[in-house]
C-alpha cells in the first residue's frame, strides 16, 4: 500500500476521517497476514513509511503507524503519505546463557527488586 491520505473534507470532520484511515491501514494489515506464507517464512513482516510526502518519508516499526496518524492530525496537516510493503519474516532465535536457559532482561530486573 502506497497511498497520500487526505485529512480534509467537505463534510466528513477530521475525527472521522483520522478513524476511517487508521480502519482502512489495519484491514490492510489483516488481508496481508491471512495471505499464504511461502516456504521456510515464518510471518509476514512489513516495512513501512511515513511523511508528510513521498520525498520526505521517513522509515518507521509498524507498531508506530496509528501513533503516527494521531500525530498528523494533531499537527493538522493538509495530508501525509503512508507506505506499508509486505515482506517474508523469519524468526530469530534468542541468546542463551552458559547454562541454555534463554536470556531475559525482565526476568533480572525481578530479581533486583526484591
Known amino acids: 500500500m502506497r497511498k497520500t491520505f487526505k485529512l480534509s473534507h467537505p463534510k466528513i470532520k477530521v475525527p472521522r476521517l483520522v478513524e476511517a484511515i487508521k480502519f482502512e491501514v489495519k484491514k490492510y494489515l ?39 496518524i494521531s500525530q498528523a492530525e494533531s499537527e493538522q496537516l493538509e495530508s501525509f503519505y503512508l507506505e506499508i510493503l509486505a515482506k517474508p519474516g523469519h524468526r530469530r532465535k534468542r541468546p542463551t546463557d552458559e547454562q541454555g536457559c534463554v536470556e531475559d532482561p525482565a526476568i533480572e530486573r525481578e530479581g533486583e527488586e526484591e
Open 30 to 68: 489483516r488481508r496481508e497476514r491471512r495471505k499464504e506464507l511461502p516456504p521456510d517464512v515464518d510471518f509476514w513482516d512489513f516495512d513501512c513509511r511515513y511523511g508528510a510526502d513521498e520525498a520526505s518519508s521517513e522509515v518507521i516499526h509498524v507498531s508506530a503507524i496509528n501513533k503516527f
